[in-house]
Structure formats: C-alpha cells, structure tokens
C-alpha cells in the first residue's frame, strides 16, 4: 500500500472505493497467505489490523460494494467450547444410491410411472433430469436473510447440525452477501464443502516438513479444517464449496418462496447470487443420456483436481419434485449414481522382485485380494527399493517416509487404467514383529550381482538395482525374446510373449537366433513341436512360414529389436537412417566400443545424445552381445535401409540449408522433409548451397549466403515451393 494518508472514508466516492477494497483485499489475502500458510508474515500485526479496520470501515459506508471474497469476518473470534447446535429450517436429506446402469433406468421408469396421467394428458409434457457431480466433501448449510450470511451449519443427523459459521466465513467461494437479485428473504443454501487436490499436496507436503499430522485423503482433512475451534486454522486451508440445493425458502412473510422453477434455473441463479457451481451439469430427458453424462464425467474423474464419488440425477422442475416427494429420508425424485470405490484397505502378504529385459529389478507387492474400483486387485506395483523404504525418486519422503513390510495394512488405490499403487500404511495396524524389507543385491533370476549404477549426470545412484548377468539371466533373456518378437519389433505372427517362455521353458529358444534355426532343428528333432502342448501339426507350419517371412526386416525395427537399452522406435529409425545398413552399424558401433573415446568415433546424429551412444557401445562392448548379433546375421538379412525420395521435387538434387528460428517444423523435422524431397541438407553455406532457408534470427550464415548470391527464401516460401 502506500504511504499517502488515506483520504476519509466519507470522502471516498465509490468507484475510489471499490478500487480501494479490491486493493485491500489482495493486501489482506496475500498477508494471509504469508501468516497461516506460509509461516513467514510479511507485515506486523498492527499493520495487518489496520488494514482490516480500514476494510471494514469502507465496507460499512459502501455496503453495496462488499466483495465475494472480502476479508471481513474471514478469521473471526473463536467459536465458544465446542459448538452450538443449529436446527435446519428444512432437514438436510440424503440420497438413495445406484450402481448399476439399470438402476438409473429403472428411476427414470419411475418417474415416468409417477407421472404417466401428466404424460397421457399432455404430449408436450417433458420430464427432464439434471446430472451433476457428487462432490466428495461435506454438506453443509448457509443460512442468508435478507442476502447476508448470518449462519452455516454441519449436516449433522440430518435435523439438527453444528454451528461452524465463523468457519464458513473464512471460505472464499462463500459470499458474505449475495450479489444480483431475486434471492427469498431467507434462504439455507445448500452445497458441498470440499478441498482440492493441490490443496491437500501442499498441506500434506507442510506437515511432512515441519513433522505434523499425517493426512489420508481430502475428505477427512477438509472435514478436519471445517471443525476447527479456531478460525484461524480453517483459513489457512483454503476450503472450497460447490453450491447445488437449497433448504428453508421463504419470503418476508415466511411464506415459503421456491427460489426457482427448475434445477437447472436454480443453478443459473446460484451462479448470479455469487455462489459457485459445477460445471459438469446437464439436462436430459433420457437414462441413457445421463449414463453417457456419468461416463463422460467418470472419465475426467482423475483429472478434476477434486474427488468426486459419482453423479446425482435430479427431476429438474421443482414442483414436479415437490409432487414426487420423499421416502423415509431421501427424496424420490433424486439419485445419486456411485462410481466403484478407488481405494481399498488390504494386507500386504509379500513383495516378489521381477526382472526386466534391461536387467531391472522391480518389487511387486502381494495383496490379499480386494476390490477396489470393481476390479479385484491382488499385485500392486512398489517401483524400486527406494518407494518401498518410503523415498521417493528425487529423495524426498512419499508416505511422509513410512516404509512397508510384509504383513502390513495397506490402503491400495487404483485411478483410472494405471497400474494399482499402494498409497499408505495403516501404521496403527503394523505387527509387531514386522521386519524392514530387505532388498535383494543378487538376481533372483540369475543369482548375479545386482547394483545400482551411478548416475554421471546426475551424480546419484540411480534409482534402479540391475541384475549385471546380462545373457546368462534367464529373466533377461526371456524379455529380451519377448521384446524381439514383439509387434513393434520383429511382428513374428504366432509368436507372443506366451510362446516364447513357453519355448525357452521348453530349451527350443534361448535367443533371437534360435528363433530362425528352430524349424531346422524341430526337423531333426524327435521333441518335436507339433507334439507340445497348445500346438498341432498345422500351427507349427503356420508359425515356421510366419517366421521365415521375417527373415528380411526392415533395418529400422531390427536394430529396435535388438533390445538395446535406450533405443527406442524413434532412435532405431535415426540409426537406421544414418546407417543404412546393418553391416555399416555394427562396424561403427564395435570400433566406437572398443576404443577409448568412442564418442568421436559415432557420428553425430540430430535426436541421439550421449545416453544412447553410451548405450550402444557398453551393448557392443559386450562379446555375447556381438556374437548373438552374428549368430542372428547369420540367419536375418535385414534390408538397407532407403529414404524415399521424389526425383521430381522442384528440390530435388539441390543442396539446402536452414538457418534461424523455424516456426512450422523443427530443425529435425526440416532436414528429413528436404531429404525426402530429394535435396541434401547441408550445415554450412558455400558456393555449393542452392537454397538458404533462414528463419528469424538467422546470422551469420545469412550473411555468407548474401555475400555468395546464394538464394535466400523464408520458411514459408520454402513450403509454397515444395508445395505442402
Ligand atoms: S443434492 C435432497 N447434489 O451427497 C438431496 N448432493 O448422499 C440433497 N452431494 O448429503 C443433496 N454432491 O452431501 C446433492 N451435486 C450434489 C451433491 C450432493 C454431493 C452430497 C450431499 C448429500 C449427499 C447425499
């Protein structure tokens, strides 16, 4: 603020007024902020109160301009011991559940039973339902008169709840006064008092640092924060609130006033009193669109930032409802449509370390089999030994650093399609005789050492404990033929992860070479293949032709296929590309490994960097590795790889070069278009350049092309000419 003596409130006019509470609000809020959440105030207390007084004063003289988040009254007193009761003007009811589709079919036939005289009386009569998100948080009641908040209430048992006004008070989204017009003389708004999910991050991540509580989920610690005795502390959480229902209505007369036709009207006023809804809201007049409704909102249920447990369907005219009417203590004319429950409490019975194709080992928890999101869930994922000690990957605390044990109660959480994740521990729940994991440093698989690499980039140990038994590890060589075989890789019709253990089980594979001396050897056999189990003469033929028809693939997904760590799609076709053929890699990649500074030896190639070339030469260094290659070589002729060029381009022949900043294509993408076109792409200009693409910011390169007489187009001619 500044340091101007404030002119007199009575002095202000009010736009004055209503610039200066929009100031002093942010002041006030960000001072909160640095109070409560923070730890670290950036004023004094006298100051802070000041501010205060000096809000309140204004809000006194303008009272039309009071702000939806005005700082006034957001940390008021104390509430008294405990808290006063407050009875509901209209008890707070709850809803009967649906589970299934049929479920929200059958309320729909319902309702059209109810009103099946209204149907056959009138053909323009319509019934229609509104869908909107179940928040999961906690009900409460915001009593206003005469558009001011003057009480909020808890749920309670329904009729009578507690009084948390002063708590409610400190919620942004909860107007001190209502905006706009049209609102009942008293009215108890009805909504959902909720915390987000960054909002429990941070708060989780706070206590974890300064050793506080621990916080399950954002139900229980916005409920927690909702029932504190000081106000103080219920705003330093940042509690949110949908508004969706009211209770008591009446007009000055206590005549009761329904503040609206329908639903759906009554959330357009909510929105224009100040309040905020949700914007997941629809109107149909059909089950099956309020289903779609439901999945839609099922699907975004993970990225909404808020938990939602699933969606209410309401008869949207409100005397249809009030025809409709209730049964014991939930509305007829309501439903609240559940999804599956995402988490579940369960015992962890044991962890079995998995290795991978790179030799990583990956624990895995062992459940008691539970349901959780309708999915029975018996293996959950643990990462790497660290997650399982409660350390996360950049070495800060998960779990505020509790680690598991077998025999442990766990909370498991299964979001969405992504692999089921223990969340917590019930440290409560722990035996006493539970022991500390201990990870293994050998190869379950293999028995070979397992280590953690250091990492030279980053200058820690890398999160993952390797088996170093490469070929000899049976675990290895599996994935390994899994990956070679694989759909993206070598395509093998017929020969799936379920064969190859099978066959390497069996001693008829143990790698990739195998694969293309199998038919010859099964022919000399007397285990023949058409003799074990899941096969017959047919599929064995079937599967040798499938094979033999991959005995020239293309270079890009062989040198993928090759399981090189670190060579993905992306980097096998770069490879590829620059190589053209296999012969011409591996000349590279071993003289590369066997000398000292291979990295000068590997040319460089736009999109591959150190980790890959690394990568690649620790691969070749390897003997097995070179001799498997061969062996492989001996029965695969992977075809040279050839870019398809156009001869008939306007480029093509012509050496180009581009320069400066691209805007439609990156530099990359660029050089492999040109190439494409037939051109050569060039990284300097000379008399030899043809063409100079130069984008914003080009330099020197210009500057040589213009000295030259090189001919000089921009990225967007450049695309008018090769007329994409
Ligand atoms: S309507 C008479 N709409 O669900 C019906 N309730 O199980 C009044 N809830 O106590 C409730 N989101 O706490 C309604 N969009 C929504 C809701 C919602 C969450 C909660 C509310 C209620 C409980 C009923």
């Known amino acids: 603020m500044s ?87 209209v008890p707070m009811l709850s809803l009967s559940n649906a589970f299934a589709d049929e479920d929200v079919e059958d309320f729909v036939v319902r309702a059209k039973k109810f009103f099946m005289a209204d149907i056959l009386r009138d053909p323009g009569f319509k019934l229609e339902f509104t869908a909107e998100p179940k928040i ?140 905020v809804t949700n914007d997941l809201m629809l109107r149909a007049d059909n089950a099956e669109a309020l289903i779609a409704h439901y999945r839609m909102i099922e699907t975004q249920r993970a990225s909404l930032g808020y938990d939602i447990d699933g969606v209410v369907y ?78 996360g990957n950049n070495g800060e605390p998960i779990r505020n650093g509790v680690d598991l044990r077998v025999g442990d109660t766990v909370i498991v959480q299964r979001a969405g399609d992504v692999i089921p994740q223990i969340v917590d521990v019930v440290l409560d729940k722990r035996p006493a005789d539970a022991q500390p994991y201990v990870f293994p440093h050998a190869c379950p698989a293999c028995g070979s050492e397992a280590v953690r690499e250091h990492n030279e980039k980053t200058g820690k140990l890398d999160s993952v404990r390797r088996c170093t038994g490469e070929l000899i590890c049976p675990a290895q060589a599996v994935e390994n033929l899994k990956h070679f075989v694989a759909r993206d890789a070598m395509d093998i019709d017929g020969l799936g992860d379920k064969q190859v253990t099978q066959f390497y089980a069996e001693g ?97 190639i736009s999109g591959i960097g150190e980790t890959v070339r690394s990568s690649i030469m620790a691969f070749f260094a390897n003997e097995r590795n070179v001799q498997a290659l061969d062996d492989l070589l001996v029965e695969v002729k992977p075809k040279p790889y050839v870019v398809v060029v156009s001869a008939d381009s306007v480029v093509a022949g012509k050496t180009v070069v581009f320069t400066g900043s691209l805007e439609k294509m990156t530099r990359s993408e660029a050089k492999a278009m040109a190439e494409r076109l037939g051109a050569k792409v060039a990284g300097s200009v000379s008399a030899k350049t043809d063409i100079l693409v130069a984008g914003p910011g080009a330099g020197s390169k210009l500057k040589t092309a213009q000295d030259l007489g090189v001919e000089v187009i921009s990225e967007d001619e450049w695309f008018e000419r090769v007329g994409k």
């Open 508 to 604: 008829r594979i143990a790698r990739p070479a195998d694969i293309f001396t199998l038919r010859a050897r099964d022919e000399r056999s007397i285990k023949k293949l058409k003799d074990a189990d899941g096969f017959g003469a047919t599929s064995v033929k079937k599967l040798f032709d499938a094979i033999d028809a991959r005995r020239e693939p293309e270079l890009d997904r062989f040198i993928y296929a090759l399981g090189i760590r670190h060579v993905g799609e992306t980097t096998g076709a770069l490879l590829a590309k620059e190589f053209g053929t296999i012969e011409k890699f591996r000349e590279t990649a071993l003289a590369a490994a066997q000398h000292e500074d291979g990295h000068s030896l590997f040319p460089q």
């Open 314 to 391: 309401k008869l949207d005219r409100i005397d249809l409802q009030q025809r409709w009417g209730f049964v014991a203590r939930a509305p007829r004319w309501a439903i609240a449509h559940k999804f599956p429950a995402e988490q579940a409490t369960t015992i962890l019975t044991g962890i079995d370390v998995q290795v991978g194709r790179t030799g990583a080992l990956t624990p895995v928890a062992r459940l008691q089999p539970v349901t959780v999101g309708g999915v029975v869930v018996e293996n959950a994922t643990l990462h790497n030994e660290d997650y399982i000690k409660g350390i």
């Open 3 to 89: 340091d101007l003596p404030l002119k007199d409130v009575a002095d202000l006019s009010e736009d004055d007024a209503r610039l200066e509470l929009e100031r002093l609000a942010k002041a006030i809020a960000a001072a909160d902020i640095a109070y409560h959440q923070n730890d670290a105030p950036e004023i004094t207390d006298a100051d802070y109160d000041a501010l205060k007084r000096r809000n309140d004063a204004l809000e006194q003289a303008f009272p039309e301009l009071v702000r939806t988040d005005s700082p006034s009254g957001k940390v008021g007193a104390a509430p008294a011991e405990g808290f006063a009761k407050v009875r509901h003007g």
């Open 136 to 275: 999961d948080g906690l009900s409460a009641s915001l009593r206003y008169e005469n558009g001011v908040f003057v009480k909020g209430a808890t749920r309670g048992d329904g009729a009578v709840g507690e009084d948390i006004t002063e708590n409610l008070k400190t919620i942004a989204d909860i107007p001190h006064k209502l905006s706009g017009s049209g609102w009942p003389a008293v009215i108890e708004i009805r909504g959902e008092v909720y915390m987000t999910h960054e909002e429990f991050r941070r708060l989780k991540e706070h206590s974890a640092k300064f050793g506080g509580q621990d916080y399950v989920n954002p139900r229980n610690t916005a409920a927690g924060s909702l029932r504190q005795k000081n106000p103080e502390i219920t705003a330093s959480r940042k509690l949110r609130f949908f508004a969706y229902a009211w209770g008591l209505a009446e007009d000055g007369n206590g005549n009761s006033q329904p503040p609206a036709a329908t639903q759906w009207d009554f959330v357009q006023s909510l929105r224009s009193w100040g309040f």
